[in-house]
């Protein structure tokens, strides 16, 4: 294993320098911070503490890097040798699992903090700014470090225990939403076991265990487990509040006070990098042999749901994508009707467990968030499937033999998904119209919202993004679709908020919102028709040249 290991860093190493996505990726990130940069340095005479504000924004960029592209990045450390059906090979090099784990995810932890690192040197310019502490800002520095080591073992444990990326990403997903939001799912926990108990507060359950504990005599066991019980959920949740970078990170960002410099957050993450990684030593075995044994392609990976029912006749290719990769009428239901079942459900438990009378307002605000969330998702896991999966199963070069087109064959992929991915807009749409009965909207505002040139430039953001996210998809294995949304709804508002703020500092004020109102929306729109003209040009070059080299 001492030679093994660093063999196997070193080769990874020198694989992960010759991508150029990687390097794309820490140059648009070390722009992005100089852009806000500079939009900060514009309104430093207007604001107090610009240096802790441009900090936030930094730290929070490296967050959402971390997680978002880390968790692409991490959870293909093991699985792209399963799918690839070179995991067998790697095994009779002799090296043991813990060098195979460690050669494999060692690289891609040492590329997500070299990323890290490029924003570094510009975070000592918020010190010039002021209100930011050096000890505060080496204290955020530390927590993302260490939240980016935990995440990394995260994603390697579900690489291992998983056969595919689909599976392994929305693993590293749940599990991520388990760990960062823990004090909430114990809020949540001790709440429903409150409402379960006859204790109508806390404070009675607290009473009922002090007069049980005093008295030596019979109690009703089932009335003090569930007393018991929200207690220590709720002290569990409260000892844990302090053991997320969630809203510790947000802590650190606005108060860089001078506590020390390492926190709690940063040993509960390390210590859950190492249990991460303990497991996937322990797992790999055993989950390896499972995929030598039976191949990825293994007939039990067939659901019967994949199964050909009928011919489709010319509708092949559309019933291809609705079948294999929008998952039939099943996943159609659990979209469309399932998903604002489950919402409302939640919603309506949570109220009760409260004790407080459900919310109009309250549901129609989740069931829109909530939609959203499901749409993004739905949208970005579907049309991230349409190319990447011909190109994985080597099924191009004989699609792109058909007598068609390559628009037609194209569209008629994606129109295969145009169900699912509408079915998945249910929940937000349930939302948005419960939202305008509340409010009472007339016909009068459903006109201006349709007369603003915002109402378009969004809808060709949505456009864009599917074709940025499917040339992306082409020319990337993983996360094609989930980069291209966050450069689409994430990185560009930033760009363009900021060049707004360094503009609105050199020109009139009238001007400006003349510009924000009309100009800006129509220059917008302009250019991302002619990036998706530019787009499908590529998308059209890719798949020949993708096709061509097998």
């Known amino acids: 294993m001492k030679l093994q290991a660093p063999a196997f860093l070193i080769r990874s190493l020198r694989q992960e320098l010759r991508f150029v996505s990687h390097h794309v990726l820490r140059a648009g990130l070390a722009a992005l911070v100089l852009l806000l940069f500079f939009g900060r340095v514009a309104t430093f ?80 310019l918020a010190i ?70 006859r204790f109508g507060s806390g404070a009675a359950a607290e009473g009922y265990l002090q007069s049980a504990s005093a008295v030596s005599g019979p109690y009703e066991w089932s009335q003090f487990t569930l007393a018991w019980l929200h207690e220590n959920l709720r002290w569990f949740g409260g000892w844990t509040d302090d053991l997320v970078l969630f809203g510790n990170l947000n802590l650190y960002m606005a108060e860089f006070g001078n506590a020390g410099v390492w926190e709690p957050q940063m040993t509960a993450h390390l210590i859950l990098a190492v249990v991460f990684f303990c497991l996937s030593w322990l797992l790999f075995e055993p989950c390896s042999s499972t995929v030598v044994a039976e191949g990825f392609d293994s007939p039990r990976r067939q659901s019967r749901r994949t199964r050909l029912p009928r011919r489709a006749g010319t509708r092949a290719l559309a019933w291809k994508s609705w079948q294999y990769s929008a998952g039939g009428w099943l996943w159609f239901l659990a979209r469309l009707i399932a998903a604002p079942v489950i919402v409302c459900g939640i919603v309506t438990g949570i109220a009760l467990g409260v004790g407080e009378s459900l919310s109009p307002w309250v549901l129609a605000g989740t069931l829109i968030i909530s939609g959203i969330v499901i749409f993004v998702g739905s949208s970005a896991i579907l049309l991230d499937r349409v190319f990447n999966t011909e190109i994985r199963d080597k099924t191009l070069s004989s699609l792109l033999m058909l007598p068609a087109s390559r628009n037609s064959l194209c569209g008629r992929l994606i129109i295969g998904l145009l169900p699912s991915i509408v079915a998945s807009t249910s929940c937000g749409f349930c939302g948005l119209i419960l939202l305008l009965c509340l409010e009472g909207v007339d016909a009068l505002a459903v006109g201006d919202v349709l007369k603003s040139a915002w109402f378009y430039q969004v809808i060709l953001m949505g456009v864009t993004t599917v074709w940025f996210g499917l040339y992306l998809s082409i020319r990337l294995r993983y996360g094609g679709m989930l ?10 508002p930033m760009v363009i908020g900021s060049s707004l703020a360094i503009l609105n500092f050199t020109v009139q004020r009238q001007t400006i919102q003349s510009f924000m109102e009309f100009g800006l929306p129509i220059l917008l729109m302009t250019i991302e028709l002619l990036f998706c003209w530019w787009m499908h040009k590529l998308i059209i070059r890719s798949l020949d040249s993708v096709a061509e080299q097998g």
């Open 45 to 124: 005479s207007m604001r107090a503490g610009v240096g802790g504000i441009f900090a936030s924004n930094v730290m929070t960029c490296c967050y959402w890097f971390v997680t978002l592209l880390g968790g692409v990045y991490f959870c293909t450390a093991i699985v792209e040798e399963k799918e690839e059906q070179t995991l067998p090979l790697l095994k009779m090099t002799g090296a043991s699992p813990a060098a195979i784990l460690l050669g494999k995810s060692g690289p891609r932890l040492v590329s997500v903090l070299l990323l890290l690192l490029v924003v570094m040197p510009f975070l000592l």
């Open 128 to 197: 010039t700014l002021g209100g930011v502490l050096p000890r505060g800002l080496l204290s955020a520095t530390l927590g993302i470090l260490a939240y980016a080591i935990m995440f990394c073992q995260l994603g390697l444990l579900a690489s291992v225990v998983s056969r595919d990326f689909p599976r392994a990403f929305s693993k590293t997903i749940t599990a991520w939403i388990v760990l960062e939001f823990l004090p909430f799912w114990c809020w949540l926990g001790s709440e429903a076991v409150l409402y379960v108990s």
């Open 483 to 492: 980069l291209a949304i966050v450069c689409v709804w994430m990185i560009s």
